[in-house]
């Protein structure tokens, strides 16, 4: 694809990201929310599970506790403070109402103005290679996308106002990063070396990934990323999305 992004808009000030693991913001969208966040913008994060499945070498009840603390490490390095997490079994997260309603609570509840999720696409792509998207990357990322209309309507999930979450219908963008069908992008040049410091805080995950040194791969994975986006803006490294507006 050779279109060129259009800028991200700014007109917002808060944004709550949500999406299926820990790592999944990092790789590439974490250098976007430290450009944000050093515009004085606020963002959260939601977390559909503790990532506990991702590590062969060890049992789901072993990298739970590490992969929490890791990605909370990761995201206050971008700026970021609250890290919620849902607690759903890594690998089977499934699509439906009730986690709709979940989101769409925690939409309510955070009252953002854009909400940020992953690809939600079946498939994603790489160095000219297409892969098959996860499970859990396609539900989360479609419930969230549902989550959005579904926090504005006081119709549906009528217990939250009960609970006290009234409806918000505030949200103007959703953006969806690692989609194959990009259109906005961020300058984040700026931010990129927070971001590798973001992914590096994943140091279990990565070491269980890749034999590279960390610093290495982390650094050359997320500067060869922005350099693709750099092609296709301006000549500017930073950050794709696909963006929906409301």
Do not use: K
């Not at 992953?118 to 790489?126: A, E, P």
Request: proline residues 4%; aromatic residues 8%; hydrophobic residues 45%.
């Amino acid at each position: 694809m050779t279109d060129q992004l259009a800028e991200m808009p700014t007109d917002w000030r808060r944004a709550l990201a949500v999406v299926a693991h820990p790592d999944d913001l990092e790789y590439g969208a974490s250098a976007a929310v430290a450009t944000w966040t050093d515009e004085g913008r606020s963002c959260a994060y939601l977390l559909a599970t503790f990532g506990e499945a991702g590590i062969d070498t060890l049992t789901p009840t072993e990298a739970a506790p590490l992969r929490e603390a890791e990605q909370r490490a990761s995201a206050a390095a971008v700026g970021v403070e609250s890290v919620e997490f849902l607690g759903h079994d890594d690998g089977t997260v499934e699509y439906g109402i009730a986690l709709r309603r979940e989101f769409a609570a925690a939409i309510r509840r955070h009252r953002p103005d854009l909400v940020l999720t992953l690809n939600h696409h079946d498939t994603w792509s790489w160095g000219g290679t297409v892969f098959w998207n996860t499970p859990d990357h396609r539900n989360v990322g479609r419930a969230a996308l549902d989550a959005v209309a579904d926090a504005g309507n006081r119709w549906i999930f009528p217990d939250l106002a009960e609970d006290g979450l009234l409806p918000w219908d505030g949200v103007r963008y959703v953006a969806v990063a690692g989609s194959p069908h990009a259109t906005h992008a961020v300058a984040a040049s700026a931010g990129l070396e927070r971001a590798v410091a973001s992914l590096l805080c994943h140091r279990t995950y990565i070491e269980a990934l890749t034999d590279e040194d960390p610093q290495t791969y982390c650094h050359t994975l997320l500067e060869g990323s922005m350099a693709a986006v750099a092609r296709r803006f301006g000549g500017r490294p930073g950050v794709a999305f696909e963006l929906f507006t409301r």
